[in-house]
């Protein structure tokens, strides 16, 4: 098994700054990509960011130039620093592991929270 476990979650202002991490362990054999996904009240869950084990990042167009996502491979783990956060970006940020062949895992969830 695979396990998640994201941190960094918060109670932040509009304008501020999180940085979110993503620690993977277990039986992890291959990572086709690490991402983000968010899921606010109401919502469905939508891609952040994605960035491969080789090749480029990809990112929502409603968080390009604010958020970037990188990935320490030695340590498995996938970082999301966001800044100039607005209210709408409030949600549960969820980290994902996509093994490819349809095999996919999911962290428990962080809650960011941006005040006005």
């Known amino acids: 098994q695979v396990q998640l476990v994201e941190s960094g979650g918060g109670l932040v202002q509009a304008g501020g700054s999180l940085r979110l991490s993503c620690a993977a362990s277990?039986?992890?054999?291959?990572?086709?990509?690490m991402g983000w996904y968010r899921q606010a009240p109401g919502k469905q869950r939508e891609l952040v960011a994605a960035?491969?084990?080789?090749?480029?990042?990809s990112y929502a167009d409603f968080v390009k130039g604010r958020f970037t996502i990188s990935r320490d491979n030695a340590k498995n783990t996938v970082y999301l620093q966001m800044n100039s956060l607005k209210p709408e970006d409030t949600a549960v940020y969820y980290c994902?592991?996509?093994?490819?062949?349809?095999?996919?895992?999911w962290g428990k969830g962080t809650l960011v929270t941006v005040s006005p």
């Open positions: 994902n592991l996509d093994r490819g062949g349809g095999i996919a895992y």
């Open positions: 277990g039986k992890i054999f291959s990572i086709n990509y």
């Open positions: 960035i491969p084990s080789l090749g480029r990042a």
